[in-house]
């Protein structure tokens, strides 16, 4: 079950994509008084479109609240979708049948935040990873019993601990017990929602690179949600930055760290400190004034007006759509037009 | 920082214990360091390494037991804070010294307004009246940059984002114009841009205001922008101190040379990969015959696993004073040193 190469050459066609998304919205209602009302929604996510192409990380970037979480989740229809489509390999996985959905779910993964939260303290290592493998394969025992054994060497734990409770692990080992779960069924896509966020510095590289390295093995595709900006530019290959539930810009690693276009791709970019005292001293950091808005009730037009360091009368009306601007570079806003 | 000049804050030798069920953890093992009259002093670690244990204990914020202080010296001016009575310790705490917490929903109270809340060092400290006290609050609140200072007061905690919260527990925090202020990872449960509003803050009041603090983190990135020396600490002790451009263009401890490795930068040039520091962080059992770090080293020799090293100094001064670390190891020569 362990292929390092999958069925599908993944190399055969690199910029095939995986996962297409379509004017994905998620609103969660708000119900108030005696009667429980619906008198309004949290836009959560508010229309995005992209995709995921075969192989690479897409980095997702935002502050909280902004909706990377619920984008992760209602991609893999953790949430009933408000609107849009979300197509992994050809099948949109929103209008799939229960059971339908159920045999696409082992193509389809995700690794949370908290380790210490996703894994059930009653559980051992081995009842924890093998549980996928109970759920959708007909596997033996023994073969259950080889095949955690080579996931636990895949992510670098020591078969001994397999009857191990959680709590007897550290939070990386923890997380890396989380990551054998996603692969046990030979995941093509895996969400990764934060997955560095609780751990320790030293500790994040260990599990950043453990991320990288089964990439390489096993062809995965990830979506890569994190709040570390410098982590993200490590990993990702493009990175989209989220504000307010919906994408500011979307473009290919380098030239998004090295010029970002959209004004809050650009303050984000600036408040992130810089681990060298020479460049902070003569760094010019944009400071952006106030808080984000509530996404009950987002601004008319551009969702970024209300913060914005560069906002022109349109933007107050006119929410701008998301264009390529240069090739492969999307970015929403009224400032920055197509080259 | 000049030389010689008398510490706000003087702390030697400090011990802390926990006294477990398991037996004690040794969580700060004779951690010393001072604090200079206006300075900012960063202290880096990673969770367990005894950073925020060090800054509770010396102004007696742990719960007593199962915290026990084994020993050491806090001086404050001319007084010794560990040896004082619990009731000059509160008059010490909020007036002499103010604190700012990671997470500012929970260190402030939600059943009172922030009015309430701002006024009421000032009232126990200050011995001002209840008119003068208000007014004073809404000039704090408006000096930490909160709009519409007089209105908000009315306000509950629950009606503040994060990060004006945390402008609230600053204004706290200097209502009686302390001397130190400890600053307890006191942007790590924000956002980048609201953290960047929060760093511009005491960048600006430090100018204005000329207290000394001490500011804990995790963060490399934000030390590097915001603190004049730093003290990295690791397994409940200081492995190494010195002014912050010295520290990251000459860092000397391997776990400081490490830790400067494996975090990646927004700008610069990207590593194809990340360096690692293998293992985990020390679990702090028995008092430390070791060097914490050694079972994580790559330059360990065989004194290292018998010795726990002192810090020794790298120029001409005194310890604490210049550019020290504890390590056998000598970065310049590769050899014991």
Not at chain 2, 87 to 100: D, M, P, S, Y
Not at chain 2, 116 to 140: C, S
Request: aromatic share 6%; charged share 25%.
């Amino acid at each position: 079950m362990l292929d390092a190469n999958p069925t599908e050459q993944s190399s055969a066609n690199s910029a095939a994509k995986l996962v297409e998304v379509k004017d994905l919205k998620m609103y969660f209602p708000i119900h108030t008084g005696l009667f429980r009302r619906h008198t309004g929604d949290v836009k959560a996510v508010d229309g995005l479109s992209f995709d995921i192409f075969k192989g690479e990380t897409l980095g997702l970037v935002g502050e909280s609240g902004c909706g990377k979480s619920t984008v992760g989740r209602a991609l893999l229809r953790l949430y009933e979708l408000t609107n849009g489509s979300v197509t992994i390999e050809g099948e949109d996985i929103a209008k799939l049948s229960p059971e339908a959905l159920r045999r696409k779910r082992p193509t389809m993964q995700m690794v949370f935040q908290d380790p210490q939260a996703c894994l059930n303290p009653r559980m051992t290592v081995a009842a924890i990873i093998s549980e996928p493998l109970d759920e959708h394969t007909k596997l033996s025992s023994a073969e259950k019993l080889e095949k955690v054994y080579e996931l636990m060497d895949a992510v670098g734990l020591n078969r001994a601990f397999a009857n191990r409770y959680p709590h007897a692990f550290s939070g990386g080992q923890r997380q890396r017990i989380g990551i054998a779960r996603a692969l046990a069924l030979n995941p093509k896509f895996i969400v990764c929602d934060e997955p560095i966020a609780a751990l320790d510095v030293s500790i994040q590289a260990q599990v950043v690179n453990l991320l990288e390295d089964l990439q390489e093995q096993f062809g995965l595709t990830y979506l890569f949600i994190s709040h570390d900006l410098s982590m993200v530019r490590h990993i990702a290959d493009r990175v989209a930055v989220m504000y307010l539930g919906r994408i500011a810009e979307l473009s290919p690693r380098e030239p998004l760290y090295a010029e970002p276009l959209h004004p809050y791709a650009k303050a984000l970019l600036s408040a992130v400190p810089d681990p060298d005292p020479e460049r902070e001293a003569t760094r010019q950091r944009i400071i952006l004034q106030g808080d984000v808005p509530s996404p009950s009730n987002p601004p008319k037009g551009c969702n970024f007006c209300t913060r914005c360091p560069e906002v022109i009368p349109i933007c107050h009306e006119v929410k701008p759509e998301l264009a390529e601007v240069r090739p492969g570079r999307f970015v929403a806003c009224h400032l920055v037009k197509p080259d | 920082m000049p030389d010689g000049a008398k510490p706000v804050l003087d702390v030697r030798g400090l011990q802390t214990v926990f006294r477990t069920r398991g037996g004690d953890v040794h969580a700060v093992n004779s951690v010393s360091f001072h604090l200079e009259p206006g300075e900012l002093l960063g202290v880096v670690g990673e969770s367990g390494s005894g950073k925020s244990v060090t800054m509770m204990s010396l102004i007696g914020l742990l719960p007593m037991p199962p915290a026990e202080i084994r020993g050491g010296q806090v001086m404050l001016g001319d007084m010794d804070i560990l040896k004082v009575s619990p009731a000059q310790l509160r008059e010490i705490r909020g007036k002499r010294i103010g604190f700012v917490f990671q997470d500012p929903m929970t260190s402030l109270n939600p059943v009172y307004t922030v009015g309430n809340q701002v006024m009421e060092p000032l009232l126990r400290h200050m011995g001002l009246n209840k008119t003068q006290a208000r007014a004073r609050a809404i000039e704090l609140l408006e000096l930490v940059g909160i709009p519409d200072a007089e209105r908000r007061m009315k306000d509950y905690p629950h009606q503040f984002s994060g990060g004006m919260r945390q402008r609230v527990m600053i204004a706290i925090a200097l209502a009686c114009d302390p001397e130190v202020l400890i600053a307890d990872e006191p942007t790590t449960a924000l956002d980048v841009t609201i953290q960047a509003q929060i760093i511009e803050l005491v960048k600006d009041l430090r100018s204005k205001l000329g207290m000394a603090i001490v500011w804990i983190t995790h963060d490399l990135g934000v030390i590097a922008g915001i603190a004049d020396r730093v003290v990295v600490m690791y397994g409940g002790q200081i492995v190494e101190q010195a002014p912050v451009g010295e520290l990251f263009a000459n860092p000397q401890h391997p776990y400081t040379r490490a830790l400067l490795k494996t975090i990646p930068s927004v700008s610069g040039t990207r590593e194809k990969r990340l360096r690692v520091i293998e293992g985990q962080p020390p679990i702090l059992g028995a008092a430390p015959t070791a060097c914490p770090f050694m079972p994580r080293c790559t330059e360990a020799f065989a004194v290292c696993h018998v010795e726990n090293p002192q810090r020794r100094p790298l120029d001409d001064k005194r310890v604490g004073y210049g550019h020290d670390v504890a390590c056998h190891w000598d970065a310049k020569t590769g050899g014991i040193a």
